[in-house]
């Protein structure tokens, strides 16, 4: 198995990685990123047997998307109520480029914050973005998607290697719990 890691800091889906979808529904743009995502995939996968030897011949299927992002539409007065009907529409338009209606999908929220005690109303005091990807946000969750609420991912500032909040504080044991939830999203999925 192969897995190809693009990643670009900075980034909000409402303009760098705007979908087509989103340009037609809502106008803007096809982001520049969203080109990027796709440039960078088949720039590895067009030279998988100078890269992987072993792999000659062999050929390849994509059998999955992973999606952990949102921190710049979160912030945005701007995007982030958008990030609802933008979601839907990246993961309509990330599967029709790689031409596959069904290909699994998985989301780890864009949380960076302590989730705090349970409440009452669950998800009552996450961002829009953060509900759009929980699927929360009064848009139909589409088939072959799985999400996972990274708030109780959060380490302590206090043990942590950084005070900055974003970026989880700089902490592996957060990043590591964020890819850790993508992958079991996609066993998963993929078992079904």
Known sequence: MLI??????????ASDF?????????????????????DHAHEVLDHLDAEFPEWK???????????HQGFNDRVSREFAPEYKDNLP????????EFGNPKLP????????????????APHESYTP??????????????????????????????GSPSTVGHHWNHSAQSYFRVGK????????LLSR
């Open 57 to 67: 011949g062999r050929g390849y299927q994509i059998v999955g998307f992973g999606w």
């Open 129 to 158: 973005v953060e509900k759009a990807q929980l699927w929360v946000a009064g848009v139909k969750k589409p088939d072959q998607v799985l999400s996972t609420d990274t708030r109780p991912f959060w380490t302590a500032p206090k």
């Open 4 to 13: 190809i890691k693009t990643a670009w800091g900075g980034r909000a889906l």
């Open 18 to 38: 705007r979908p087509p979808s989103a340009v037609a529904a809502r106008g803007g743009e096809v982001g520049p990123f969203y080109k990027a995502i796709f």
């Open 105 to 120: 999908f998985v989301i780890a929220t864009t949380g960076m914050g302590d989730a705090g005690p349970v409440e009452a």
């Open 181 to 188: 939830a993508l992958g079991d999203d996609m066993v998963e």
């Open 89 to 96: 529409d990246l993961i309509k338009d990330v599967r029709a």
